[in-house]
């Protein structure tokens, strides 16, 4: 048998988070994040599962959407930071997917390609955040540029907010009006909003959004969590107690021996660690789900395996299923836990990992799945 690890992906709670967006953003169409495999949830089984409730997918680069393109996908694929290499947007070209210029050695690539067949191309600028774009105030030349070629046509405007997750940054109204002023003399569309945006700043909306970690259940805003926004986690990440240790008062656990028991305790081992894309460093006390209440990690994070306190679990045993994030326990605790977001933990789970689709079973304190 393999390894008892597995990433269970609730479609369902996808959708409802999706409605979420409908509702926050009823004017504008919806351009579905699903890039770095749909934040580890596997992007076609994602991409497949929400083409009705979505106007378009947007990806980092162009093997994402050929991944998309191939399963079949054919609503518009956009490619968030839009090419790399010239040989790509001829490829670009024919498969239909929208790259989003950001740049003038782009541009000179699209001069050189001489392309011969439609393409539709948006053009971010930079209203703040100062990653990529172009300065506001060569849109109006960007788009000269663009016009001038009789194949290429440029379908919409975007940027991005730096600071959306903080409802009291000022920030974002100064990134909202320059988006405004940028894009006022234009009638492309015109897309502002991260899930943030969405939760938060209703002038962000604008024709299109871009929700990414909302779809997923996690909270893009700090200082409020998923009950607060509405939103259902989609991954819980399981495994199961492969080992139970009776250890004495003093015995240390785990490389560098780092946690030390207060007391004789029982532990268990769980059949998951970093090389399954758990954060190494969830420090002692990070919180797993076992047969219906909370336990603490203990020492370190191992490739494969990770120890947790059983005291006050007298009937924990082996092949006790474990949430390690999911319904019980938000990935978004157990990232801040680690000193990261939830969009790197999410995204970090590994191949090794299998998805599987479906809502979890119900839920029976120690049940074997
Ligand atoms: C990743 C990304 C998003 C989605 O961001 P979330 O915070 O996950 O909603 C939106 N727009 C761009 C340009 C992105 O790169």
Redesign the pocket.
């Known amino acids: 048998m393999s390894r008892p690890v597995w990433a269970r992906v609730d479609f369902n709670a996808l959708h409802s988070n999706l409605q979420l967006v409908r509702t926050l953003a009823p004017g504008s169409a919806i351009m579905a994040?699903v890039?770095a495999n749909a934040y580890g949830h596997g992007a076609v089984g994602v991409a497949r599962s929400i083409r009705s409730l979505v106007d378009g997918y947007?990806v980092a680069g162009i093997d994402e959407a050929e991944e998309l393109a191939s399963a079949g996908i054919e609503k518009q694929i956009f490619l968030?930071s839009g090419f790399h290499e010239r040989p790509e947007i001829n490829q670009i070209g024919e498969r239909g997917f929208i790259p989003v210029i950001h740049s003038w050695e782009q541009i000179q690539q699209i001069d050189i390609a001489s392309v011969s067949r439609q393409l539709t191309v948006w053009v971010k600028f930079d209203s703040g955040m100062h990653r990529i774009g172009f300065p506001p105030e060569q849109v109006a030349g960007v788009l000269d540029r663009l016009g001038s070629h009789a194949h290429v046509k440029c379908a919409g405007l975007m940027s991005?907010l730096a600071c959306a997750d903080d409802r009291k940054s000022a920030y974002n109204d100064l990134q909202i009006e320059l988006f405004g002023r940028t894009t006022a003399p234009f009638d492309h569309s015109r897309s502002l909003a991260?899930?943030?945006g969405v939760c938060a700043w209703p002038r962000s909306h604008q024709d299109w959004v871009?929700?990414?970690?909302?779809m997923y259940g996690c909270t893009?805003l700090l200082d409020e969590t998923e009950n607060d926004i509405g939103l259902r986690p989609v991954m819980s990440l399981c495994s199961k107690i492969i080992a139970v240790h009776r250890l004495k008062r003093g015995d240390r656990i785990g490389y560098g021996g780092d946690w030390c028991c207060p007391e004789d305790m029982r532990v268990g081992v769980v059949a998951c660690g970093y090389g399954d894309g758990y954060p190494r460093h969830a420090p002692s006390g990070t919180p797993v789900w076992i047969r219906g209440q909370r336990a603490g990690i203990l020492g370190r994070v191992s490739m494969d395996m990770m120890t947790v306190d059983l005291r006050g679990l007298d009937e924990a045993e082996i092949g006790d299923v474990v949430e390690l994030w999911g319904k019980h326990v938000a990935a978004t605790e157990v990232a801040s836990s680690a000193g990261t977001i939830s969009?790197e933990i999410l995204s970090g789970v590994t191949s090794r990992v299998p998805r599987i689709i479906g809502e979890p079973p119900p839920r029976v304190p120690g049940h074997r799945a």
């Open positions: 994040v890039k947007a968030l991005h991260n899930s943030a871009r929700p990414g970690i909302m893009p969009y």
